[in-house]
């Protein structure tokens, strides 16, 4: 079992920044990809930015640019540190591993959200 603890969320105005943090703890023995995904309401909740242990990214259309993720291996902790902050960046965020135990199954895990809200 892994948890998550997201920290970082808040309210801010439209054009400001906000730092989102989560680290992973409990049985792991190695975590392949972690990142974050939203979810506004009525909506689904999509991909926003993950990272692989070795570092590649991938993110959202509507975030390259303005949004930078980031992780330390050492401390199992990923960064999303997220800039020019839109009213449609409103949403929960969560954090989000895929990690693998030392039984060696693969398991995917949530955190249990934090809100942003962007005023205009």
């Known amino acids: 079992q892994v948890q998550l603890v997201e920290s970082g969320g808040g309210l801010v105005q439209a054009g400001g920044s906000l730092r989102l943090s989560c680290t992973a703890s409990?049985?792991?023995?190695?975590?392949?990809?972690m990142g974050w995904y939203r979810q506004a309401p009525g909506k689904q909740r999509e991909l926003v930015a993950t990272?692989?242990?070795?570092?590649?990214?991938n993110y959202a259309d509507s975030v390259k640019g303005r949004f930078t993720i980031s992780r330390d291996n050492a401390k199992n902790t990923v960064y999303l540190q997220m800039s020019s902050l839109k009213p449609e960046d409103t949403a929960v965020y969560y954090c989000?591993?895929?990690?693998?135990?030392?039984?060696?199954?693969?398991?995917?895990?949530w955190g249990q959200g934090t809100q942003v809200t962007v005023s205009s």
């Open positions: 990272t692989t242990g070795g570092g590649s990214t």
């Open positions: 989000y591993t895929e990690s693998t135990d030392w039984r060696l199954s693969t398991w995917d895990y």
């Open positions: 409990g049985s792991i023995f190695r975590i392949n990809r």
